[in-house]
């Protein structure tokens, strides 16, 4: 079974920046994508960030330009990096991995940024 181990999400001002980092069980190579959704009180789960085995990126508008997805294949593990953040980033961020037809998901991280 593929588990996904998440850290670093935390309490944040405006402003500031946080970095998530999201380790699989498996190689990383092992999956098709990987990448970031957030699900805040009331709303539905969203996608902010993904990155391919390629390294190829893509980002929600809300997010780009303060957010970047990435991998250390050395480390295997991925990666968000938040700056800017704002008051509507906050959210619990969970970490997804695809493998052809089949998604895992990660236990989710909160991320909490004050005004």
């Known amino acids: 079974q593929v588990q996904l181990v998440e850290s670093g999400g935390g309490l944040v001002q405006a402003g500031g920046s946080l970095r998530l980092s999201c380790a699989p069980s498996g190689s990383i190579f092992s999956f098709n994508a990987m990448g970031w959704y957030r699900q805040a009180p009331g709303k539905q789960r969203e996608l902010v960030a993904a990155i391919t085995t390629g390294g190829s990126t893509n980002y929600a508008d809300s997010v780009k330009g303060r957010f970047t997805a990435s991998r250390d294949n050395a480390k295997n593990t991925v990666y968000l990096q938040m700056n800017s953040l704002k008051p509507e980033d906050t959210a619990v961020y969970y970490c997804?991995?695809?493998?052809?037809?089949?998604?895992?998901w990660g236990q989710g991280t909160q991320v909490t940024v004050s005004s």
């Open positions: 997804n991995a695809k493998r052809f037809n089949v998604e895992y």
